[in-house]
């Protein structure tokens, strides 16, 4: 286990003369579905110390500071599902945490790693050392999968009930995948390229591949999630030929390169929700 936390990144905040939090001890824990048990409307779940999707635990020191990046767009039940379920399940981790809320608030074509690039801007300026990208639709079920980043790169969500729990290839990063901020900067984060759906995460693989970064994962039963049904967004059909000519890109299209109309950027309580036009 020891070995396992070598490399995971520290807590923003200095300390105070609390004793440290303890991690959810990943060899003991056991399932927890009995988080289903929330309000199906998150205007009525208004746990105590949560402002702005940011929470930090107040009895002792937490180890870890995690942005949670999600992007969204037109999925209002899901996120009524996701908010109150990922805080219940996040205060239980024990860290100091932030949910950044991405909306796509125009009618173009749906593009997923700019968002991802623009959430990750903020993220890294309020000084987050590590970002977990999350899709709206994944719940995770098992408690020892901690929501932490390690040395490399970890693809959190491995094991999805939609595809009966077995991991569909190799190489996948979509889902949910915690990398730490400045492997985000040395990949030059997700293309902007991929309009539509797919293609952006095989290119983020490819990315973190070339920069010599590999990809962890927990074991299958700590990896396991369930999606929330939905209809599958249009597909793009370009993302095969835009993946194979991005090798040579990616220095000059990402994080770096990423542009867009307009942004507001607006607290709630249980999020920060930054809304962007393309
Ligand atoms: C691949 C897509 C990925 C996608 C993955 C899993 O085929 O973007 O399926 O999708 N790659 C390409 O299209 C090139 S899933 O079945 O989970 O919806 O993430």
């Not at 409307?41 to 402002?51: E, W």
């Not at 009930?161 to 077995?166: A, C, L």
């Not at 984060?189 to 797919?198: D, M």
């Not at 194979?244 to 307009?262: A, M, P, R, T």
Request: hydrophobic share 35%.
């Amino acid at each position: 286990v020891d070995k396992l936390f070598t490399g995971v990144t520290p807590f923003l905040a200095s300390k105070q003369s609390k004793p440290d939090c303890t991690y959810i001890n990943i060899l003991q824990s056991k399932k927890s579905h009995h988080s289903w048990d929330i309000p199906r409307k998150y205007d009525d779940f208004s746990p105590k110390g949560i402002m702005n999707g940011s929470y930090a635990p107040e009895e002792c020191n937490p180890l870890f500071s995690v942005a949670i990046l999600v992007t969204y767009r037109n999925r209002q039940s899901q996120l009524d599902i996701f908010l109150p379920y990922m805080h219940n399940w996040l205060r239980k981790q024990n860290i100091h945490y932030k949910i950044y809320l991405i909306e796509q608030e125009d009618e173009k074509p749906w593009n997923k790693g700019m968002l991802y690039n623009i959430g990750a801007k903020y993220a890294i300026a309020d000084k987050f050392p590590c970002l977990i990208l999350h899709d709206v639709d994944l719940l995770p079920l098992d408690e020892s999968n901690l929501y932490v980043c390690m040395k490399e790169p970890r693809h959190m969500s491995a094991s999805i009930d939609k595809f009966r729990f077995v991991l569909t290839y190799d190489t996948l990063v979509g889902g949910v995948l915690a990398m730490r901020s400045e492997q985000y900067l040395l990949v030059n984060g997700f293309s902007n390229r991929f309009h539509g759906w797919g293609g952006e995460d095989d290119d983020l693989a490819d990315r973190i591949a070339s920069r010599k970064l590999s990809i962890l994962r927990f074991p299958r039963d700590m990896s396991e999630y369930t999606m929330l049904v939905h209809h599958p967004e249009p597909k793009n059909s370009e993302r095969q030929r835009i993946m194979s000519e991005n090798k040579q890109h990616i220095s000059e299209d990402g994080l770096n390169s990423v542009v867009y109309e307009s942004i507001q950027v607006k607290p709630q309580r249980l999020f920060t929700m930054i809304k962007v036009k393309l």
